[in-house]
């Protein structure tokens, strides 16, 4: 199953079991002004696909209240080096997600592999106050020309690509500030 596919089933199935169960839904579920509930959907899929999308961008992830409980520090630390663009993350509605492409695997302090500090000192440098993690995120889910089309977070562990990547980095970022 694809993830099309995979959200459009989960979807409706939660839906009908919303209707089954919240009484008020099911007493006026033909009561409903049929724009409005069109508009209703709309929101919904959009929000649905967004996080979705947002999702297969981070890849694995962990959450910055896992790492902070795994380092024994404030999960406030951890958010705070998201935002200062010393660690990749992106912000949800209740948590914060950070791709594990990110660290060395059995990396006991989880900070992030020497060229993943690279790559964020370009963004973070280069577009000062509009640097925002999202743009990392997207950047690495996406196939790069400097690297043969590859994905950068596909390549972060390979030294043969260190230099390669941090010119990619400064390829995007070149882009965005045009």
């Known amino acids: 199953?694809?993830?099309?596919?995979?959200?459009?089933?989960a979807f409706t199935e939660a839906i009908q079991r919303r209707f089954d169960t919240m009484q008020y839904l099911?007493?006026?579920?033909?009561?409903?002004?049929?724009?409005a509930v069109a508009q209703i959907a709309q929101d919904a899929?959009?929000?649905?696909?967004?996080?979705l999308s947002w999702h297969l961008a981070l890849g694995a992830s962990t959450t910055a209240s896992a790492l902070a409980s795994e380092?024994?520090?404030p999960v406030q630390f951890v958010i705070e080096k998201v935002q200062n663009g010393r660690l990749v993350g992106l912000h949800g509605r209740h948590e914060t997600f950070l791709?594990?492409?990110q660290f060395l695997p059995g990396q006991p302090d989880k900070e992030p592999t020497g060229v993943v500090t690279e790559v964020l000192n370009v963004f973070v440098e280069e577009l000062g106050e509009a640097f925002a993690p999202e743009l990392v995120v997207l950047?690495?889910?996406?196939?790069?020309p400097e690297l043969n089309g590859r994905e950068p977070r596909a390549a972060v562990e390979e030294e043969a690509y260190t230099e390669k990547l941090i010119w990619s980095a400064r390829c995007a970022v070149a882009g965005l500030t045009q």
């Open 1 to 9: 199953m694809d993830s099309e596919e995979g959200l459009v089933t």
């Open 26 to 35: 099911k007493a006026h579920r033909k009561d409903a002004d049929a724009s």
């Open 45 to 51: 899929a959009a929000l649905a696909t967004s996080n």
């Open 71 to 73: 380092l024994d520090v």
């Open 99 to 101: 791709p594990l492409w």
């Open 139 to 144: 950047w690495a889910a996406t196939g790069q």
